[in-house]
Structure formats: structure tokens, C-alpha cells
């Protein structure tokens, strides 16, 4: 009876992570084409805000992105994933850096996400840490990277990540800070806005001033 039962519960639990992967696939197809109308991290701050008694307020304005500044899209990636052009949705190498690193200093270090993997984390997931939805990630961001292509996975990036509380995206996030569209800002700018990515919530861009000068001497190194 026990048996019977593990089979059965294995099987459906089977059916029910394929069922997943057939919505995510369709998804990322559809995406191609399709501006998302909300995410996973997105529905995950509103209903925070509802638990919490707090009112909230969704600023976004998506925009293509030949009409979000080149700076910006050279600042997030010298910042995110320097790779992005070169891998294929899982920077290998650089998660073996960081288990290395990791193993070496006996503890958990810093995360190898690429813009693919955080891509699909905010779409599909919230930003919850576990070990699960790092193994969707794993799986499904060179599913994305394949379905997408690069400019379109850099394009929902820019227009979905979190910016600073009920910010999101680019065009937003020019607005709320600098009273400015994604469109005209500048190399600084650009490089204060991608040094908040890492903590949105709590970063601001007129503090980033170490970082931002790093970013910029990377983007300099990266002939951009």
C-alpha cells in the first residue's frame, strides 16, 4: 500500500513539474512578442503591502529598448553580468568562481545570477531565497536565453526589475529619481541607477558613489 501510494504520489508530482515547465515555456514564448502585464516579484511587493496594511502604488512605463539610454543598458551589464553576451543563460564559469570561493571560505557566498536568471526570477518566482527555485532558474534561464534572444531578455529586464519601492522598470525609475526619461540619461546617472539593482529597496542613487565610479571603470574596460 505504502508503494502504491509513493508511486502515485511520485508520479503526479511528476505531471504537476511538467505542467509548470509547459506554462513557463508558453510564457517565455509569448514574451517574445508580449509585454507582461505584471510579475512574480511584482504580485509578491503588492500582496506584502496588503498583509502589511500599506498602501501601494505600482509606477511602470515600458519602453523599447532603443529608447532606453545605451548608458543604462551598458551599466546594468557591466554591473549584473559582465558575460551576458557570451554565455547562454548560466555563466558556468563564474558559478564555479563562486563554489570555489564559497568552499574555500567554508560558508555561502555571493550569488553568480545572470541577467537571464534574474530575468526569470522576476517573471516566474519572488525573491525569496531556496533551493528549489535556484534549480528552476538553472533550468529554465537557457530555455529563456534560447526563446528571447539577447535583446529582448535585456529589453523585459530593464522594463521589470525592481527600482525602489513601487518602482519598476528604466522609464520609471528616470522619472522617481532624476525627473528624467530612461532615454536621456547620462554615463553617471546611468552607472548610480545600476549600482541600486543588488538592494532596490533600500539603495539610492545619490549614495552610490563608490560603487558607481566602479561601474564606470568597468564600463571603460568593457570599451563602452
Not at 508520479?11 to 504537476?16: E, H, I, M, V
Not at 511587493?45 to 498602501?55: L, M, N, T
Request: a positive charge.
Amino acid at each position: 500500500m505504502v508503494i502504491r501510494w509513493l508511486i502515485r504520489f511520485v508520479k503526479w508530482s511528476l505531471l504537476f513539474v511538467a505542467g509548470l515547465y509547459l506554462f513557463w515555456i508558453s510564457t517565455l514564448v509569448m514574451l517574445k512578442f508580449v509585454d507582461p502585464p505584471t510579475t512574480g516579484v511584482q504580485l509578491q511587493r503588492y500582496f506584502e503591502a496588503k498583509i502589511d496594511g500599506k498602501p501601494y502604488h505600482k509606477k511602470i512605463v515600458f519602453k523599447p529598448l532603443w529608447q532606453i539610454s545605451p548608458q543604462l543598458q551598458h551599466a546594468v551589464i557591466a554591473s549584473e553580468d559582465g558575460r551576458f553576451y557570451i554565455h547562454h543563460g548560466v555563466d558556468w564559469e563564474e558559478t564555479r568562481k563562486v563554489a570555489e570561493a564559497s568552499e574555500e571560505n567554508g560558508k555561502l557566498g555571493r550569488g553568480a545570477s545572470t541577467i537571464t536568471q534574474q530575468l526569470v526570477k522576476n517573471l516566474f518566482f519572488t525573491t525569496h531565497r531556496n533551493p528549489l527555485r535556484k534549480a528552476f532558474e538553472y533550468t529554465l534561464a537557457p530555455l529563456a536565453d534560447t526563446i528571447l534572444g539577447k535583446q529582448r531578455e535585456l529589453e523585459l529586464y530593464l522594463n521589470i526589475v525592481e527600482w525602489g519601492p513601487g518602482v519598476w522598470g528604466a522609464e520609471a525609475a528616470s522619472q522617481y529619481h532624476y525627473h528624467t526619461s530612461a532615454a536621456k540619461l547620462d554615463r553617471e546617472q546611468a552607472a548610480r541607477l545600476a549600482a541600486c539593482l543588488p538592494s532596490p529597496r533600500r539603495r539610492r542613487p545619490a549614495r552610490m558613489n563608490d560603487f558607481s565610479t566602479s561601474i564606470m571603470d568597468r564600463m571603460r574596460m568593457m570599451d563602452w
